[in-house]
Structures are given as structure tokens and as C-alpha cells.
T-cell receptor
């Protein structure tokens, strides 16, 4: 089975722009979660989607949003980018009835 | 407020040694405790996980020990190899709907296994 895939793998944006990141979960997995990883703050939960519904959200500003499609693929969007948004954005998928989460390789976002 | 505290920040052992990484949590509602391994340029990979009704779990060379009363859990790597050199993260989550998948992570431990 193919693992979690994330596109693009690397992205460079300018402060004030917006960005959309994409995640394709493992086939059959219905839950998709997003995390931000930075050297200072570590791994932090952004939000989780199941059957196109956001079930949980972390402590991030409203500039961070996401959605999930009927095929379980998910996107996250960051508007009005700030320098501090530079991070590795990780997507994780799960079957939805088990606790195990499997991470993708991440998208490295650099904001200049 | 850091809900999961991980130590040490870095650890160096010789091949064959048994590195031990410790985590302590504050929220007694946590009921699922996974460990992840991350290599540079890769996403975290699930190693092993434990629930609080079990005091120890082994999978291959990896063992989790869990002390519910002390609110602590630890990862032991038996017969460590240079290929185990990576960053290890402990995590915790609460059961119930979307909370199942809201992992709270420790800050990570950079493990180096020398040949």
C-alpha cells in the first residue's frame, strides 16, 4: 500500500502571500490530521478531518484552515503568510476507528 | 504549557548499548501513548504505542515501559545500532472522536549511536 503523500515537497513564498498544501492519505484511511513542525515549538497539532468534517482544531490563528474532500484527500491553506509560518507541515492519516496515525514526508514551507 | 515533557534532549550511546528516553505527562485524561522515529528529511514513523492498562510492551528491539501512578513512560532500544540514529518523539492523546488524533508531542530526543 502506498503511504501518505504530500505535495509539493518544498515551497518558497513571500510574506503576505497565501499557500495551499495537499495531502493524499493511505488508501482506505478516512481521518487526516495536520501538524506544524518547527525547531522552536516542535510538533504542534493544527486540525483533524474525518468524512469531510473538521472534528478538532489546535491553537492556531484563523489564517490556518483546511478541508477534506469526499475521497479523503485533504488540503490546508495558510493566508497572509508570516515569516514565523516557515516550517515543515506534516499530514497524518488514520483508518478512523484505530488510534495509529501514519505521517507523510511533509511539505517544507519557507516564507521570505 | 508543555503537557508532555521529554528527556534527555540528546543522547549518545555506543553500538549495542540500551538508550532510554523518558517522557512525563500532566493530563491524566491521556490514554494513548505512541513513540515516533524521525530521520532527517522524513516524516515521523510510528514505532510502538501503549495504553495505560499495560505496564510494558515490546516490539522487536523497542520496549515501552509505562508507570501510570507516576505519569511517566519510557522507550528502551535494545542492542542499538548506528541505523537507529534519529530523533525520537513521545506523544499522547485523549480518546473520543477527533481527540483520538490530536497528538501532543514531546520536544524530541536526538539519538546518536556510535559504531
Amino acid at each position: 500500500k502506498a503511504g501518505v503523500t504530500q505535495t509539493p515537497r518544498y515551497l518558497i513564498k513571500t510574506r503576505g502571500q497565501q499557500v495551499t498544501l495537499s495531502c493524499s492519505p493511505i488508501s482506505g484511511h478516512r481521518s487526516v490530521s495536520w501538524y506544524q513542525q518547527t525547531p522552536g515549538q516542535g510538533l504542534q497539532f493544527l486540525f483533524e478531518y474525518f468524512s469531510e468534517t473538521q472534528r478538532n482544531k489546535g491553537n492556531f490563528p484563523g489564517r490556518f484552515s483546511g478541508r477534506q474532500f469526499s475521497n479523503s484527500r485533504s488540503e490546508m491553506n495558510v493566508s497572509t503568510l508570516e515569516l514565523g509560518d516557515s516550517a515543515l507541515y506534516l499530514c497524518a492519516s488514520s483508518l478512523g476507528d484505530r488510534r495509529e496515525q501514519y505521517f507523510g514526508p511533509g511539505t517544507r514551507l519557507t516564507v521570505t | 504549557q508543555q503537557q508532555v515533557k521529554q528527556s534527555p534532549q540528546s543522547l549518545i550511546v555506543q553500538k549495542g548499548g540500551i538508550p532510554i528516553i523518558n517522557c512525563a505527562y500532566e493530563n491524566t485524561a491521556f490514554d494513548y501513548f505512541p513513540w515516533y522515529q524521525q530521520f532527517p528529511g522524513k516524516g515521523p514513523a510510528l514505532l510502538i504505542a501503549i495504553r495505560p492498562d499495560v505496564s510494558e510492551k515490546k516490539e522487536g528491539r523497542f520496549t515501552i515501559s509505562f508507570n501510570k501512578s507516576a505519569k511517566q513512560f519510557s522507550l528502551h532500544i535494545m542492542d542499538s545500532q548506528p541505523g537507529d540514529s534519529a530523533t525520537y518523539f513521545c506523544a499522547a492523546s485523549i480518546s473520543g472522536g477527533g481527540s483520538n488524533y490530536k497528538l501532543t508531542f514531546g520536544k524530541g530526543t536526538l539519538l546518536t549511536v556510535n559504531p
